[in-house]
């Protein structure tokens, strides 16, 4: 079993910059973020995989936000720019050790409890 834990979270002004970050217990192939905002879906943000072979971001947030991670570390991050009141939610990390790369919550066995990001206009 496979611990995530977030961090990085927080209020943040119409064009600012947050960054996340998620610690893993143990080493994984893919890790990624999900967003749920009130009353809606949890979605798809990006995903980056082991080798950093393979990133993916939803559109809504490409060429604003920037996935990486630290092998050596088991951490991933999110570096989130100009954002957005709609980007206001609950950023959960996610984490999978199988050999696959999916934009959705049903690919991933680990989750972490959840951060807020809000977002003010």
């Known amino acids: 079993q496979v611990q995530l834990v977030e961090s990085g979270g927080g209020l943040v002004q119409l064009g600012g910059s947050l960054r996340l970050s998620c610690a893993a217990s143990?080493?994984?192939?893919?890790m990624g973020w999900f967003r749920q905002a009130p009353g809606k879906e949890r979605e798809f943000v990006a995903r980056?995989?082991?080798?950093?072979?393979?990133?993916a971001y939803a559109d809504s947030v490409q060429g604003r936000f920037t996935i990486s991670r630290d092998n050596a570390k088991n951490t991933v991050y999110l570096q989130m720019n100009s954002l957005k009141p709609e980007d206001t939610a609950v950023y959960y990390c996610?984490?999978?050790?199988?050999?696959?790369?999916?934009?959705?919550?049903?690919?991933?066995?680990?989750w972490g409890q959840g951060t807020q990001v809000t977002v003010s206009s």
């Open positions: 996610a984490a999978s050790a199988r050999l696959a790369l999916s934009v959705m919550p049903l690919g991933y066995d680990y």
């Open positions: 143990g080493r994984t192939f893919v």
């Open positions: 980056i995989s082991r080798t950093d072979a393979s990133i």
